[in-house]
């Protein structure tokens, strides 16, 4: 299967780039298959390795193991080590970053007000919708009709929401503090 390998790399590189899978006769094009058979052979392997499916309308489609990526060992950020391959672990950024997909909100960052928090312009927040969070969480919360991201606080007052910049000031609501959610993760793509 070392080759199947090679193809199910294909075959995610294409489902990248066009979010569905190609039909057999681009799948032989795509992969060098010669006959229909051989590519019905591979499908059929993908198929018993868990990494496709036939959708109800006899579609292939990619399952969630078809996302999966190698998980390396790890990478020190001090002090280099010997490098290694890793183990044959993989996850998936799914199964990793979302807990309840139900109640799980992607949310793009605009601003720097948590720059400290290691959060920056241009971030995405994975929030779980929830209508409270502890004092210390980082919020979306809806503070006088208006959203913003920042860290839940209390004090004799009672609640604020505090930036992770010191360019900025707490925010005390005028009227109403409703917690839209609580952010459980952050993806960050370096171009």
Do not use: C, W
């Amino acid at each position: 299967m070392a080759d199947d390998a090679d193809y199910l790399a294909k075959l995610q590189d294409f489902y990248a780039r066009h979010r569905v899978l190609p039909a057999y006769s681009t799948m032989g094009e795509l992969l060098g298959l010669r006959s229909k058979s051989s590519v019905a052979a591979l499908v059929g392997r993908l198929k018993l390795a868990g990494y496709l499916e036939t959708a109800p309308d006899r579609r292939l489609k990619p399952t969630a193991r078809f996302f999966e990526r190698p998980r390396v060992d790890g990478v020190r950020a001090g002090r280099p080590h010997p490098a290694g391959e890793g183990g044959s672990e993989a996850l998936t950024l799914d199964e990793y970053l979302i807990e309840r997909p139900s109640r799980t909100v992607l949310i793009p960052v605009k601003g720097d007000s948590m720059i400290d928090a290691g959060i920056r312009d241009g971030d995405i927040v994975v929030v779980e919708r929830k209508p409270t969070a502890e004092v210390g969480d980082i919020v979306v919360a809806v503070v006088d009709n208006e959203f913003t991201l920042k860290y839940l606080d209390k004090d004799r007052q009672g609640f604020l929401l505090r930036a992770a910049n010191p360019a900025y000031a707490p925010i005390r609501p005028a009227g109403s503090l409703e917690i839209y959610g609580v952010v459980v993760g952050l993806v960050r793509k370096y171009r």
